[in-house]
Nanobody, 129 residues
Framework: QVQLEESGGGLVQAGGSLRLSCAAS????????MAWFRQAPGKEREFVAA??????????HYADSLKGRFTISRDNIKNAVYLQMNSLKPEDTAVYYC????????????????????WGQGTQVTVSS
């Protein structure tokens, strides 16, 4: 079993920054995919960013609309993943979720929420105009 706990959400003005954290505990494998998704009120959950790790190779991926503003990173020792969000916009307002799959997801799958086995409770991000 794996537990995920997000933190770092809050209220920020447009143009500001936030850094979300996701602490993973439990059985964390060396080959993994971890991701951030978000869900705004009345909308479906959407992919934000992911990293895939297999042995010593790591790849980062982003939703096209968020490239350049959001950065995913991880701390392998702490089993944590972070999401640095800059130049925030009101449309970034959502609950942000951390997700984990104990496998190296392939192209075309890491951005699908149904491919993840474990989820955190989410952290609210509100961007005011």
């Amino acid at each position: 079993q794996v537990q995920l706990e997000e933190s770092g959400g809050g209220l920020v003005q447009a143009g500001g920054s936030l850094r979300l954290s996701c602490a993973a505990s439990g059985r964390i494998y060396n080959t993994v995919t971890m991701a951030w998704f978000r869900q705004a009120p009345g909308k479906e959950r959407e992919f934000v960013a992911a990293f895939r790790r297999s042995a010593d190779v790591t790849y980062n991926h982003y939703a096209d609309s968020l490239k350049g503003r959001f950065t995913i990173s991880r701390d392998n020792i702490k089993n944590a993943v972070y999401l640095q969000m800059n130049s925030l916009k009101p449309e970034d307002t959502a609950v942000y979720y951390c997700a984990y799959n104990p496998a190296y997801l392939t192209e075309g799958t890491y951005d699908r929420s149904d491919k993840y086995d474990y989820w955190g409770q989410g952290t609210q991000v509100t961007v005011s105009s």
